[in-house]
Nanobody
Framework: VQLQASGGGLVQAGGSLRLSCAAS????????MGWFRQAPGKEREIVAA????????NYADSVKGRFTISRDNVKHTLYLQMNSLQPEDTAVYYC?????????????????WGQGTLVTVSS
């Protein structure tokens, strides 16, 4: 499974961005997926996760109410809609896929990773 993240960029505080993650190769719509981020000098952290069907989602407390994770299994694409962005959201964002169908929140349970896309939020 290959994952290609896109949609990052520079945005002012309060703005919005939509990240996409296209899956290719031995793709399966039965993989739970997630978005992670890593800010400069910090460890990578989970942002949001979604189960295989999209019926269950989970968010980090820091993004609840501002970010929305979703997926289109026909297009094999994962999304992260980010609203009300703040400078502390500045990071490289990674998409990931696991080998399970149920929602996954632990980094080591994800087997496949995209290359990352940079999101920079200016104040």
């Amino acid at each position: 499974v290959q994952l290609q993240a896109s949609g990052g960029g520079l945005v002012q505080a309060g703005g919005s961005l939509r990240l996409s993650c296209a899956a290719s190769g031995r793709t399966s719509s039965s993989n739970a997926m997630g978005w992670f981020r890593q800010a400069p000098g910090k460890e990578r952290e989970i942002v949001a996760a979604i189960n295989w069907s999209g019926s269950t989602t989970n968010y980090a407390d820091s993004v609840k109410g501002r970010f929305t994770i979703s997926r289109d299994n026909v297009k094999h694409t994962l999304y992260l809609q980010m609203n009300s962005l703040q400078p502390e959201d500045t990071a490289v964002y990674y998409c990931a896929a696991s080998g399970t169908v149920g929602i996954v929140v632990l980094e080591y349970d994800y087997q496949y990773w995209g290359q990352g896309t940079l999101v920079t939020v200016s104040s």
